[in-house]
């Protein structure tokens, strides 16, 4: 996610670390790289310059201060500001009434459907009783698609066929009325352009309905497009927010920065896997710490810890501690990493130079389903012991595993990388290390 910006701020924050004061000169040598930064990840013209502005202003007034680390002091303006962009706060949904109702809009493709069902999941897991109703009759199996999501998560969905969906929606409101349900989500359908007679069918729906929520399905891959047909939709609906779909895809990260500042609405959830899991409330600061390759520690800890063990974890630490980290742990972690999600996602998540060794690794998700393959066709010794491994015990290793020679050298090259790792990580103080830790979480 976001590697292209991030990397780039990378560059920028590295610079800036070693300056020794703030100036004039500094000041627009920065502002310079950052405006070029963003209009390369694709961010919207008159934000980025809104944002270099304020960044200027706040830098000029910081030029006087006698502060330690003035370097520091610039990255934390450019992070605040880049935090504001995004929104400041989290938003939360407004469900008030029985049903709530939430209107999803946006264009075909941008992965709505899918989304009206994320959603339905996560509001379900909170308790509430939710009804889906199937509104889009134009895009071919639609209808199919959202009751076998439905099917998935256990969630009603109301259709009525191929009627008017104006009708629909009303009625599912009815229906859902009648049920006590809390919350209805009516999937609309998807827009391929703004279209006048389209964007007229669904401000029906909202009159209808008089929705809680109206919810611009925007797909972040698209950059400019998405932020483009976001501000038509706002124009023409009562937008309360945006769902970002295919955040974990996006290497850019122009919508991100850019569709809050467009619309005047918060991004209220970002989708970041395909899973029908894969949905997270939108976190400015959390996104800000990504996009500028802080990591997000805290998304990070809360995976490790949905799938931790205490007794395993105490036992890595130990063995960290002690510098005795081997293959069979390696394999462990592996293991949990699998459980956690995508291995690209988790990367994105690291801060700094964390980050910068595991992709230095070139691990990924299809490295991982092979990796254990190689582990078991090695001996007990061999595992505790790797440095027992030499020619003739590899090729041996590769024949037993199915796997090249040259993939169980790979993997041995990433174990030395990781044991060095678990060294660094080693130092720290027990318990501070939620997996015990391949991350280096603390």
Known sequence: MFEQITDRFDDIFRRLRGLGKITDSNIQETAREIRRVLLEADVNLKVAREFITHVQEKAEGTKVLKSIKPGE???????????????????????????????????????????????????????????????????????????????????????????????????????????????????????????????????????????????????????????????AFSEALPLTGTILTKLDGDARGGAAVSIRHVTGTPIKFAGVSEKIAGLEPFNPKQMADRILGFGDVISLVQKAEEIADEKTVKKLEKKMLKNEFDLEDFQLQLKQLKKMGSLQQLVGMMPGMNRKLLKGMNMDDSQLSWTEAIINSMTVEERKHPSLIDGSRRKRIAKGSGRSLQEVNQLLKQFTQMKKMMKQFGKMKPGKMPLGNFAGIS
């Open 73 to 231: 002091q610039f990255i934390k303006i450019i992070h605040e500001e880049l935090v504001h962009v995004l929104g400041d706060e989290t938003s939360e949904l407004d469900l008030k009434g029985k049903p709530a109702v939430i209107l999803m809009a946006g264009l075909q493709g941008s992965g709505k459907t899918t989304t009206c069902a994320k959603l339905a999941k996560m509001l379900k897991s909170n308790s509430k009783k939710v009804l889906l109703a199937a509104a889009d009759v134009y895009r071919p199996a639609a209808i199919e698609q959202l009751q076998s999501l439905g099917q998935q998560i256990d969630v009603p969905v109301y259709d009525e066929g191929l009627v008017d969906p104006v009708a629909i929606c009303k009625n599912a409101l009815d229906k859902a009325k009648k049920d006590k349900m809390d919350v209805v989500i009516l999937d609309t359908a998807g827009r391929l352009h703004i279209d006048g007679e389209m964007m007229e069918e669904i401000q029906q729906i909202a009159d209808e309905t008089s929705p809680n929520e109206v919810l611009f399905v925007a797909d972040s891959m698209t950059g400019q497009d998405a932020v483009t047909s976001a501000k």
